[in-house]
């Protein structure tokens, strides 16, 4: 039999494969209700400009959530040394499209471009990567909810609460003590022994490593 001090230390691993398909198979209904009750499905507009290629995976990934669920996808391709005014041009027909419903700006943009300036043009009803000023200003007062929380610290906070892992009195941190969340840009960054023994970790980098096969 296994000694307590071993049992402590075995990791439980959070499915997010699994929890996703959960979520997506509830996505998936409230789309078919939507499409029944109103004749129209969600539409997501994603703007990529130039074609790096972690940009363009990410995409894809949201291409392809975007046909599992029923919602349906706009992709806009623009080229690297699009001007900003034409980009923000863009942004505003967007914004003014009524089968449109949610828009993205795949970052980062090329560096001739001001990325505040084009986020700051996504209508806030259309903002679903919650990076208006109005949204980020209501995600950080107490009281106020935005129309649109940033993806990634929703998700993490989702795959936490759907495995029964409580935030409550614990501390948060990029690399430390009870909740470690990993998105450095560099695969294997963290080592399984520096975590300690009961420690919640979330991947949520996305990186490319070669493959031997």
Same mark, same amino acid.
């Given at each position: 039999?296994?000694?307590? &001090?071993?049992?402590?230390?075995?990791?439980?691993? =959070?499915?997010?494969?699994?929890?996703?398909?959960?979520?997506?198979?509830?996505?998936? %209904?409230?789309?078919?209700?939507? %499409?029944?009750?109103?004749?129209? $499905?969600?539409?997501?507009?994603?703007?990529? $400009?130039?074609?790096?290629?972690?940009?363009?995976?990410? $995409?894809?990934?949201?291409?392809?959530?975007?046909? &599992?669920?029923?919602?349906?996808?706009? #992709?806009? *391709?623009?080229?690297?040394?699009?001007?900003?005014?034409?980009?923000?041009?863009?942004?505003?027909?967007?914004?003014?499209?009524?089968?449109?419903?949610?828009?993205? $700006?795949?970052?980062?943009?090329?560096?001739?471009?001001?990325?505040?300036?084009?986020? *700051?043009? =996504? %209508?806030?009803?259309? #903002?679903?990567?919650?990076?208006?000023?109005? *949204?980020?200003?209501?995600?950080?007062?107490?009281?106020? #909810?935005?129309?649109?929380?940033?993806?990634?610290?929703?998700?993490?906070?989702?795959?936490?609460?759907?495995?029964?892992?409580?935030?409550?009195?614990?501390?948060?941190?990029?690399?430390?003590?009870?909740?470690?969340?990993?998105?450095?840009?560099?695969?294997?960054?963290?080592?399984?022994?520096?975590?300690?023994?009961?420690?919640?970790?979330?991947?949520?980098?996305? *990186?490319?490593? #070669?493959?031997?096969?």
């Amino acid at each position: 039999m296994a000694s307590s &001090e071993e049992e402590q230390k075995k990791a439980t691993i =959070i499915d997010g494969k699994a929890i996703a398909h959960t979520i997506r198979s509830e996505i998936a %209904s409230e789309v078919q209700q939507l %499409s029944t009750k109103h004749g129209k $499905v969600p539409g997501l507009a994603v703007i990529i $400009v130039g074609s790096r290629k972690d940009s363009q995976s990410y $995409v894809n990934m949201k291409r392809k959530a975007c046909a &599992e669920v029923g919602i349906k996808s706009y #992709d806009i *391709n623009l080229p690297e040394k699009v001007p900003e005014a034409e980009l923000i041009q863009k942004v505003q027909e967007l914004n003014a499209h009524p089968d449109i419903h949610g828009i993205l $700006v795949q970052l980062p943009l090329p560096a001739h471009i001001n990325e505040e300036n084009v986020l *700051n043009e =996504i %209508s806030i009803e259309k #903002d679903v990567d919650g990076f208006h000023p109005l *949204n980020i200003g209501k995600l950080g007062m107490k009281g106020r #909810d935005p129309l649109f929380q940033p993806c990634t610290p929703k998700g993490c906070l989702e795959l936490l609460s759907r495995s029964g892992i409580s935030v409550k009195s614990k501390r948060a941190v990029v690399v430390g003590r009870n909740i470690i969340i990993a998105a450095a840009g560099q695969a294997n960054m963290i080592k399984g022994d520096w975590i300690k023994p009961g420690a919640a970790v979330i991947d949520v980098g996305t *990186n490319a490593v #070669d493959d031997p096969t």
